[in-house]
């Protein structure tokens, strides 16, 4: 697979998100560990999780969990994939999404990260989400901190806008490496983001770029100039939607969401489909 940047880590241009193998409705750990094992396969050496991707307290840190134990039975060398995980996101158990920006808590998150996955330092740490009850830069400067003392190898920031990209890159010195952001044809929003993190050289990941979980089978029905492009290509709706991203700007890095294996090596073929100005320019405006 063709490779991107994230800092001065090489990565396959499409990686994978590994949210919908732990929370509500995720399948049985032997069909994740497949689905994980086919994307190593495929030549995804990006990997992203956050703490909050499980289904309650006594659950915390499963996707972490999981994605330790995968690439740990995994036959061929994983010395080239980076795992990022999140902080900030805080799931209680009562099916909410709650927030915590403390300083304190991403510290202890860190922490807790640190043992889930077995290693020393955490190859990218992302600050989840802005907590509108703690100040944005109280809550980079623990990841400033983090990055100093080498507890994280690289810092990123996710639900991010320009200002507060800005305000990160400064606040780590310009070592924001990654904006993790909502994108894909339904939420165009965070095209200033994407935008910016190009101008900077930032690794910009869209999430759930198929349109998340309970939309990605019918992106194609959904979005019909993207069903027209795959016809005429011979390819599904969800590489073209993926090919688009990656035509956008040599910093974005997919991270389609799967908890099968067979979808994971679908979105990992939108790395060799290169469209035409004319295809880009008719998936645009849909």
Same mark, same amino acid.
């Given at each position: 697979?063709?490779?991107?940047?994230?800092?001065?880590?090489?990565?396959?241009?499409?990686?994978?998100?590994?949210?919908p193998?732990?929370?509500?409705?995720?399948?049985?750990?032997q069909? $994740? !560990?497949a689905?994980?094992?086919?994307? *190593? &396969? %495929? =030549?995804?050496?990006l990997?992203?999780?956050?703490?909050a991707?499980?289904?309650?307290?006594?659950?915390?840190?499963h996707?972490?969990s999981?994605?330790?134990?995968?690439?740990?039975?995994?036959?061929?060398?994983?010395?080239?994939?980076?795992?990022?995980?999140?902080?900030?996101?805080?799931?209680?158990?009562?099916?909410l999404?709650?927030l915590?920006g403390?300083?304190?808590?991403?510290r202890?998150?860190?922490?807790?990260?640190?043992?889930?996955?077995?290693?020393?330092?955490?190859?990218?740490?992302?600050?989840?989400?802005?907590?509108?009850?703690?100040?944005?830069?109280? $809550? !980079?400067?623990?990841?400033?901190?983090? *990055? &100093? %003392? =080498?507890?994280?190898r690289?810092?990123?920031?996710s639900?991010?806008?320009?200002?507060?990209?800005?305000?990160?890159?400064?606040?780590?010195?310009?070592?924001?490496?990654?904006?993790?952001?909502?994108?894909?044809?339904?939420?165009?929003?965070?095209?200033?983001?994407?935008?910016?993190c190009?101008?900077?050289?930032i690794?910009?990941?869209p999430?759930?770029?198929?349109?998340?979980?309970?939309?990605?089978?019918?992106?194609g029905?959904?979005?019909?100039?993207?069903?027209?492009?795959?016809?005429?290509?011979?390819?599904?709706?969800?590489?073209?939607?993926?090919?688009?991203?990656?035509?956008?700007?040599?910093?974005?890095?997919?991270?389609? =969401?799967?908890?099968?294996?067979?979808?994971?090596?679908?979105?990992?073929?939108a790395a060799?489909?290169?469209?035409?100005?004319?295809?880009?320019?008719?998936?645009?405006?849909?």
């Open positions: 697979m063709q490779t991107r940047r994230i800092g001065d880590v090489a990565v396959g241009a499409i990686g994978l998100g590994a949210m193998m732990s929370i509500e409705g995720r399948p049985d750990e069909r $994740s !560990i689905t994980i094992h086919a994307a *190593l &396969d %495929a =030549g995804v050496t990997i992203d999780t956050a703490d991707y499980h289904l309650g307290p006594a659950d915390a840190g996707n972490e999981l994605i330790a134990n995968a690439v740990a039975s995994y036959g061929g060398d994983t010395s080239d994939v980076l795992i990022a995980t999140k902080g900030g996101h805080v799931r209680p158990g009562d099916g999404w709650t915590n403390r300083p304190e808590h991403l202890d998150a860190v922490e807790a990260s640190l043992k889930r996955l077995g290693v020393e330092a955490i190859g990218l740490y992302q600050f989840h989400r802005p907590d509108p009850n703690t100040p944005y830069a109280d $809550s !980079i400067g623990a990841l400033r901190d983090l *990055l &100093d %003392a =080498g507890k994280i690289m810092a990123g920031i639900n991010a806008d320009p200002d507060q990209i800005r305000q990160a890159n400064e606040i780590l010195g310009g070592r924001l490496v990654s904006v993790q952001n909502q994108f894909s044809p339904a939420f165009r929003s965070s095209e200033p983001e994407l935008a910016l190009a101008e900077l050289g690794a910009f990941l999430w759930s770029p198929l349109g998340g979980i309970s939309n990605a089978a019918e992106l029905s959904r979005f019909a100039v993207f069903a027209e492009v795959a016809r005429e290509r011979g390819v599904s709706p969800q590489q073209v939607c993926l090919a688009w991203m990656l035509a956008k700007a040599p910093t974005v890095i997919p991270i389609p =969401g799967s908890s099968r294996p067979e979808t994971i090596r679908d979105s990992v073929g060799d489909l290169e469209l035409s100005a004319e295809e880009l320019a008719r998936l645009d405006p849909a």
